[in-house]
């Protein structure tokens, strides 16, 4: 089956600054990529995702990049603010099998 | 409809107790998925459901955990002799098949505690 690392597992940048997320998957046959953002008492929150005929996709301050060759995707925050503060986690489609999650704290 | 409930947000039990949680999906969409989030992990699939059909459940964590959706629309997870190891997040997705599904709606979650 699919599996997905991701890393860091712990993430601390200075208000404004850009933070970087990265995440391999085993499966070439996986094909969709999403992202996702958890806060404290709540179920994860879709905030962007990727298809493999695609390299890069942006929204607004969020952009995922993947490369298909190396089997690895990237999340880019830029301009970070205290509330992107929370848990990301990567996600590859097979049955939706998820990494293991990066805290990101963003300090005023 | 403002996205997937999910009920109760919060259970005690005692071990060996059986619980039930239940999920009500966003109405249009005809795929409902179970997953169990432990601290500090990522969501962990155990099984999903197309419309009444449950089409993967070899996930499962063990027989003492089942799911129904009888009628396509609500769902049911179902854990009986409870166990401490049980003790976890237990999340409902839901989503619209089809060639260009995207990620899930999740709902917030039932936190299980077994003392």
């Known amino acids: 089956g699919e599996n997905v690392e991701q890393h860091p597992s712990t993430l601390s940048v200075q208000e404004g600054d850009s933070a970087v997320i990265k995440c391999t998957y085993s499966d070439s046959a996986s094909n969709y990529f999403p992202w996702y953002k958890q806060e404290l008492g709540k179920g994860p929150q879709l905030i962007i995702d990727?298809?493999?005929?695609?390299g890069e996709k942006k929204d607004q301050r969020i952009a995922v990049t993947l490369n298909k060759t190396a089997k690895h995707f990237s999340l880019h925050i830029t301009e970070t603010q205290p509330e992107d503060s929370a848990v990301y986690f990567c996600?590859?489609?097979?049955?939706?099998?998820f990494g293991g999650g990066t805290r990101l704290m963003v300090k005023p | 409809d403002t996205g997937v409930s999910q009920d109760p947000r919060h259970k005690i039990t005692k071990r060996g107790q059986n619980v039930t949680f239940r999920c009500d999906p966003i109405?249009?969409?005809?795929?409902l998925y179970w997953y169990r989030q432990t601290l500090g992990q990522g969501p962990e699939f155990l099984t999903y459901f197309q419309n009444e059909a449950q089409l993967e459940k070899s996930r499962l964590l063990s027989d003492r955990f089942s799911a129904e959706r009888p009628k396509g629309s609500f769902s049911t997870l179902e854990i009986q002799r409870t166990e401490q190891g049980d003790s976890a997040m237990y999340l409902c997705a839901s989503s619209q098949g089809g060639r260009e599904t995207r990620g899930y709606t999740f709902g917030s979650g039932t936190r299980l505690t077994v003392v």
């Open positions: 990727i298809r493999s005929n695609v």
């Open positions: 109405s249009e969409h005809n795929r």
């Open positions: 996600a590859a489609w097979g049955m939706l099998t």
